[in-house]
Structures are given as C-alpha cells and as structure tokens.
C-alpha cells in the first residue's frame, strides 16, 4: 500500500499559531504576564524612538470567567493611517527591521499576543492611533487572517484630535489568569522602572487595585539610530539582499562603490585592502557577480581582519547615571555602583554592558546559596530562567571570599544589561542570554569591578564600625579613669579628657592603617 504524503506551505502568522509556546503563550498565566509585557515594550519603544518621556496606561478587567481584556495607551509617536492595519495585523510587518537596538525581535510580540487573543477568544483587535503633530485619530477594528497573514478590516473611522494627544491606545480580550501571574507582572513593571526611570507607568488591576509608578527623572538615554550592516555581522542570504538592492538602486554600481555604501565603517582605503585580500576587481560591476562570486565574496568578508569594529551608535544603553537612580528609587540602596563598558562586538554584532551592584537599603539576602540578580537586555527585565543565563553563571564562577562579600548571606544585590541590535537569546521567549564568549568577558569584568569598589566600601565600613567601637569603649573606660583620680586628687571635678580622647582614637587608627 502506497502512503502519499500531503505537502503544504503555511503564513508566518499561521505558524506562530501552531507554535505559539515558543514565544511565550503557554499557559493562561504565562500568557497573561507576555500580554502585558509585550504591548509596555511597543510603547516604550514607541516613545524612546521620539524622545519623548513615555506615559504609559494598561487596564486588566475580566470580561467573563477566564478571559481579560487589556488596553494599554501611550503617549508616542504613534502609527500613520496607512501602515495601522498591517502594523496589527500582518506577522512579520513592522518597524524594527532597520539595523537598531529594540527592545522586541522581528517586531513579533505584539502581534503574537492579539494573535493569541483573537484565538482564544474569538473576539478583535480594536486600535487608536494619532501620529505626532495629527490632528486625526483613526481608529480600526480588525482581526488576523491566519492562513494568509493579512489583515481582515472590520470597522474604521477618523475622528477629531481636539486635545493634541499622539500614540497608540490599543484593546483587546484573550484567555488569562491574573491573580497567579499578578506578582510577575507588578515584578516586570517595578524593574521596568529601573531601567527606564524616565517613565510614568499606571497600571490598574483586575481587582481595582491601581499601582502607580512615577516618573523619577526628565532626562532620558539618546535613542538608537539606524546603522548600517558590519562585514562580520552578514550572512550570505544577507549579502544576497544587499546586492540585489544596491543594483535596483543604480545598475551600474560597481563592487567597489557597494562595499563603501553598504557596509559601515568601510571607507576607500579599507575597501582597497580588502579586496587585494580578495583578489576580486573592485571595478566590476554588480550586477555581473554570479553565484561563485558570491561565495567567494563572502567568504572573503569572513576572514580579513582588517575591519574596524562594529558602530555602536545604534545602540541606547541606559548610561550610568540612569541606571544608578533606578536602582537607587527601587531599593533605597546605602552603596550602588553603576559600570558601563566600552562597546564591544560579536559576530560582527555591536554591544554594551552595564553592571551594577547594590547593597543595603530595601535588598534583603537572598539566603540558600541565591542570588539576587537583576537581568535586562535592550531595557527589557528577564524574569524568567535566572539560571541558565550567561550572568548567574558568571556570577557563580567568581570566588567571592576574595572580596570578603558574602553575596547570599548579606543584602547584595547585582543588576547586569546587555544591549545590541542582536542580543544572543537563547529562546523567542526572551527570557536569558546565552554564553557569547564575548558577551561574558565584558559581564565579567563590569560585576569584578563592581565587586572592588564595594569591597572598599564594606572595608572602609567595618574599620569605621571598629573606630566608633574602640571610641565608645576608650571613652567610657577613660571617663571613669578621669573621676576615680580626680577623687583621689581631692579635686571637685575630673580633667577635661575630650582632647586625650580624641588623640588617642586617632592615634590607635594610624596604628591600624585608618
């Protein structure tokens, strides 16, 4: 008996549907904590992207048993008419395509999660937009075309912008469960606010209990600019694309002229060298290269060392003195200490660490050989799979008696973010970073840095807690001393012994390096 197989394409959208688990809808409560953190991402970025400083709204009520409804609001720069319904409703379309750090990948999350809404409860997606400086807002309603990835309109209509707003408000229901994901969800806000201190977020619960995170600083971290590839950083798929639309613009373009213009940091003198390197004729013309000059085009991109490092000025680190007061509002820290490394690069990939540590205040050990570890990654808290990530491995490697820190027993606390136009996940989930040799060089030296600079002030602590013990015991003994002679003196009051006091505390501090 023959078997004839069945063979059939399907859309992105399509199958993201069937696999929805892998970015992060498994389960009611998962989905309900992804929901909301993928539409506060959006918005973040939505804002970031303009500089403006983001207000953000998010509301969960329960429309029936088992199904909420989230609208989220933003104050951004909003989504221009024409580009609303496959914004919402076409997988894979978006802005954050462009060679930049976002915080979503493949402008995937919050399509996902009205994708899982509109599948588990069969209801749509309703949308207001209003660009920066419209005078409109426009609203669509509308729902996924799975099979085909398209958006299916359903209502539209433009109304009148008479108080100025611009952004994006966005509703819709899907299958949840907040009170189990209630404490991951007020978790990702809070240290949402560490990373972006910037922003004012309100978040009202199902319960009716509003939580309310003020904005603790106008100034904000320059927004991420478009760069172009790194010679390192390109596959040949890529490089294939980059021919293609380097011909469509000028057909006359020659190999020569292509590096210069579709590749940065490579200049006339680097393109020269490189293609020396190459043996390849920088003067012929693109659009004559056939397949075995690919290959050997590429190939060649791959070995010469002669490239300079990736630009990082797509990037948007958060900047040392941010972080410091989001860290600083979040734990009331007596001692933090904020690194920012030099950008570095991986696989021809820009990025930026920054480490923290913080110790006192609000922080409690963590106590049982944990850790408390803060990890973000293009300012998105990771909340989940703390142990796999490429930080608590580092964290776990260092012998820390060597900085006499007892880091489970005492209330320390580490923070680590990575950001890059690709940050090494492990998952789509986006939930830890995998162990980029690199990557991990920089988080390793920022926390051993971090390290010092808090061993020196917990020494510095403990000899000034051994001075006033030793001033208070001097001063007590010295005092008695002081009366018991001045009775045997017969005088009718004791020395003044202030001054003694003083010089032998000092005295005793010399002695011992104080």
Known sequence: MKVHEKYESISPADFFYRNKEIAGFDNPVRSTYTVVRELVENSLDSCENYGILPEIDIRLTYVDEGILNIRVRDNGGGIPKKYIPQAFGQVFFGSKYRLRQTRGIFGLGGKMAILYGQITTNTTVKVYS?????????????????????????????????????????????????????????????????????????????????????????EMPKAPREVLPHPYGVDIEMLRRLIRAAVKRNPEITLFEFLIKSFQRVGPKTAEKFLRFAGMDGGMRLKKLRHNGLVRLYTALK??????????????????????????????????????????????????????????GKIKPAGSDKVNLYRFANKIPLLYDARNDVSMKIIRSIDWSVYKIRISDEPVAFFV?????????????????????????????????????????????????????????IEKYLKKIAKYSADLAGLKRPPDVSKLLYKEVTVVDRGRGG
């Open 130 to 218: 209003s660009p920066l400086g419209s005078d409109k807002i426009y609203y669509y309603e509308l729902v996924i075309d799975i099979a085909n990835n398209k958006p299916h309109i359903l209502a539209k209509k433009t109304l009148e912008n008479g108080k100025g707003w611009h952004g994006v408000a966005i509703s819709f229901n899907f299958m949840g469960e907040y009170e189990k994901a209630r404490a991951k969800i007020v978790e990702y806000l809070w240290q949402t606010t560490m990373v972006a201190p910037y922003a004012s977020i309100t978040f009202i619960a199902p319960d009716g209990i509003l939580y309310y995170f003020p904005r603790k600083t106008t």
């Open 303 to 360: 070995s010469f060392d002669g490239f300079i490092s990736p630009d990082a000025s797509g990037l948007s680190p958060i900047g040392p003195d941010l972080f410091y007061i989001g860290i600083k509002e979040a734990t009331d820290a007596e001692f933090i200490h904020v690194v920012q490394r030099p950008p570095s690069s991986y696989e021809g990939h820009p990025f930026i660490v920054e480490t923290a540590i913080a110790y006192g």
């Open 417 to 473: 973010h990575v950001c890059s136009t690709k940050v090494p996940y492990k998952t789509v989930g986006k939930e830890y970073i995998a162990e980029q040799p690199e990557v991990a060089k920089q988080i390793e030296l920022g926390i051993r840095e971090n390290a010092r600079n808090l061993a020196a002030y917990l020494s510095k602590k403990r000899r000034e807690a051994e001075r006033r013990q030793r001033f208070n015991i």
